[in-house]
């Protein structure tokens, strides 16, 4: 019983360093679904710390159109037709094996593909996709995911806990959506406690998934044998924003600005947002370098100066200059490189 960590495409090194020193309380780590092969370290020391690890295959995101979607391992070109799987076993075959080969090697369980559940059809689906991942995989336990939707709970004609169970799954997360967060009502959180119940009553090993500080009291009140969540996020499931995610078109990356260097000034210079002197009244010398007091100065406070006051000779600015007209010291001597 305990927390179980999904990653993020970039959260490998942090939860690789975290598991070689204090993880209790850990049970289970899910590697990403498009950053797995960038992840094998941190799964190598969740085993040998003794924890589970997952994969996510993220099928039920695939179920529509959107920018980014050709990244995941099971996108096929095209949105899966949840209805047209429902009614052909070969394509569900299909489906189950394509899954199955992109696992990555490090898993400790094998887990199905799954789509989101609002109707009977789909709740069947899930369960058949379950059972034929339990089937095939002989080597590795099945962990099944149910995204399920809310509103669903208590209107299907489906009895899931109990067609899980029948079908051999003794590993099973849950997500209800949209659920999460600090503001659902007592009513749905004891409606969803209540249905993750039925699963244990069952003998199925629960995880309330995405679920932050609700599956921490799902945990504790024993609802649930697990809650997960992701590293700094992922604290609730909402089905329909995460797909409305995908249809935004993405914002280009923007380029970096390069910083410009600054103009180097000598001391007393002006700022650089005022205009420059007459170009009469810094010259640069062919071979002696500048006799001046305050280059001498300059040379000898900073070996980075030495080199522009080697090559700069500045003359006092006439206090005339309609430049520096400004200068609340007009008889004030003014500096600046040409270099």
């Known amino acids: 019983m305990g927390i179980q960590f999904r990653l993020g495409p970039g959260d490998h090194k942090p939860v690789e360093d975290f598991l070689a020193r204090d993880y209790g309380g850990t ?30 295959p993220a099928t039920e995101r695939l179920t529509t159109t959107g920018y980014g979607l ?16 429902s009614t052909d076993a070969r394509r569900r075959q299909r489906l189950v094996e394509a899954t199955l080969d992109a696992h990555p090697s490090a898993v400790t369980h094998l887990t199905a593909p799954h789509f989101y559940v609002t109707n009977d059809r789909a709740a069947h689906l899930n369960v058949d996709l379950a059972e034929r991942t339990r089937l095939r995989s002989t080597t590795k336990p099945t962990r099944a995911v149910l995204t399920i939707s809310t509103l669903a709970l208590g209107h299907l004609s489906v009895d899931l806990p109990a067609e899980y169970a029948a079908a051999g799954i003794d590993t099973i997360e849950i997500r209800l959506s949209p659920f999460g967060g600090d503001d659902e009502s007592l009513r749905k959180i004891r409606k969803a406690f209540g249905f993750l119940h039925d699963f244990r009553e069952r003998g199925v090993h629960v995880t309330l998934g995405q679920s932050g500080n609700i599956g921490q009291t799902a945990l504790a009140l024993g609802y649930a044998d697990a809650y997960s969540v992701g590293v700094g996020m992922l604290e609730k499931v909402n089905h329909a924003q995460t797909l409305a995610r995908y249809r935004r078109k993405p914002i280009p990356t923007k380029t970096r600005a390069v910083a410009q260097p600054r103009a180097s000034t000598c001391p ?6 005022q205009p420059p002197p007459p170009a009469s ?12 007091a305050a280059a001498a100065t300059a040379a000898t406070a900073s070996p980075a100066l030495s080199t522009i006051a080697e090559a700069t000779t500045c003359t006092p600015e006439p206090a005339t200059s309609p ?8 008889g004030a001597v003014q500096w600046k490189s040409t270099v």
């Open 27 to 56: 049970t289970a780590i899910t590697l990403d679904t498009k950053a797995a092969r960038r992840q094998q370290d941190a799964a190598a020391a969740a085993i040998d710390a003794g924890l589970h690890v997952y994969w996510e």
């Open 70 to 85: 050709d990244k995941y391992p099971l996108w096929i070109g095209s949105p899966y037709d949840t209805e047209g799987l």
């Open 268 to 273: 007393g210079s002006p700022p650089p947002s």
């Open 281 to 292: 009244y810094c010259t640069t010398p062919t071979s002696a370098p500048a006799s001046d």
């Open 323 to 330: 430049h520096y007209s400004h200068d609340p010291n007009p």
